[in-house]
């Protein structure tokens, strides 16, 4: 009976890179931070605000998707989380203004703070205004304070969460399923808000990366 030897199985050197250097979670947090750190920085440099005014109307002309796959999975109080958070922001305002204005104008009677003012919208915000406030404010985290750029964007949140959960209240009895709709909003708006805050006094402390 002649002896069975096992052999060693040879693989390409490249299926372990694509088992697992593809999807590294590790790698794109790494690839995350500097991306985003880069891209500040570059942005900062250039004087002229040409840089800072294309990436604002980046996601008009190419979509969130780019960004999401640079950005989404990073941790939110880090600097691409903030970054994220912004454009998401951003996208919300610019496709619907008209509720994103009808919110906000709830939140800023009912909300009993200086958050309107810090957010700095005309009083009260017609859609066109709330969407050149919001490009403002990015266009601010890219040549401005950053620090103060993601404060005015944290108390944008906070009126518009106020905003969503009154009018969420109101929809209660009669249609339950947008009143529903609006809580959850008024919810995803107060952790940015939270976050946002957040990564502003790590910026001012120089920690956040």
Not at 65 to 93: F, H, M, N, V
Not at 120 to 148: C, K, Q, S, W, Y
Request: aromatic share 6%.
């Amino acid at each position: 009976m002649s002896e069975q030897h096992s052999r060693p199985v040879r693989r390409p050197s490249s299926a372990f890179d694509n088992i697992i250097g593809r999807h590294d979670p590790a790698e794109e947090t790494r690839a995350a931070h500097a991306t985003a750190s880069a891209l500040l920085t570059r942005v900062r440099a250039d004087e002229s605000g040409v840089s800072a005014d294309r990436l604002v109307a980046f996601t008009d002309e190419h979509g969130i998707d780019e960004i999401a796959e640079l950005w989404s999975k990073a941790p939110s109080r880090t600097l691409p989380g903030a970054l994220w958070r912004l454009y998401l922001l951003q996208l919300a305002i610019h496709s619907d203004p008209q509720t994103a204005a009808l919110l906000y104008e709830r939140g800023r009677v009912e909300l009993p703070s200086a958050d309107a003012v810090i957010a700095g919208a005309p009083v009260p915000a017609n859609p066109d205004e709330l969407v050149v406030l919001i490009d403002t404010i990015l266009r601010g985290a890219f040549r401005g304070d950053f620090a103060v750029a993601l404060d005015r964007a944290a108390a944008f949140c906070r009126v518009q969460s106020s905003g969503a959960t009154h009018t969420a209240d109101d929809y209660e009895m009669t249609e339950p399923a947008r009143a529903s709709e609006l809580t959850t909003r008024a919810l995803r708006l107060s952790s940015y808000a939270q976050d946002l805050s957040a990564c502003a006094v790590l910026w001012r402390h120089g920690t956040l990366a």
